[in-house]
Nanobody, 120 residues
């Protein structure tokens, strides 16, 4: 059974960098052909796709967030990390990590989500 768990600070100040880590158990983040993804849901809005770090190490980000986003990984810890720079209150959301078994496949495993609030 694959499990994903998000961790990181729940409060970030405007202009700072948001950093969240997803720890994966029950499966390796380098196993073909999984895409390890970050998704968020602002209050009162729908899900917003942020980007992924693929099994191969390649990355792809939402065009609207690309200039501020980085997704790295630590294969020794089986973790992948989201960094979102220059945050504003608009970045307040519940952040989820998830796994997709293929580039277009539906997400089969999700973390429980973590609330991040951007406020001074």
């Amino acid at each position: 059974q694959v499990q994903l768990q998000e961790s990181g600070p729940g409060l970030v100040k405007p202009s700072q960098t948001l950093s969240l880590t997803c720890t994966v158990s029950g499966g390796s983040i380098t196993t073909n052909y999984y895409y390890w993804t970050w998704i968020r849901q602002p209050p009162g809005k729908g899900l917003e796709w942020i980007g992924y770090r693929a099994y191969s190490g390649s990355t792809y980000y939402s065009p609207s967030l690309k200039s501020r986003t980085s997704i790295s990984r630590d294969t020794s810890k089986n973790q992948f990390t989201l960094q979102l720079s220059s945050v504003t209150p608009e970045d307040t959301a519940v952040y989820y990590c998830a796994r997709a078994p293929g580039l277009t496949g539906p997400y089969d495993y999700w973390g429980q989500g973590t609330q991040v609030t951007v406020s001074s």
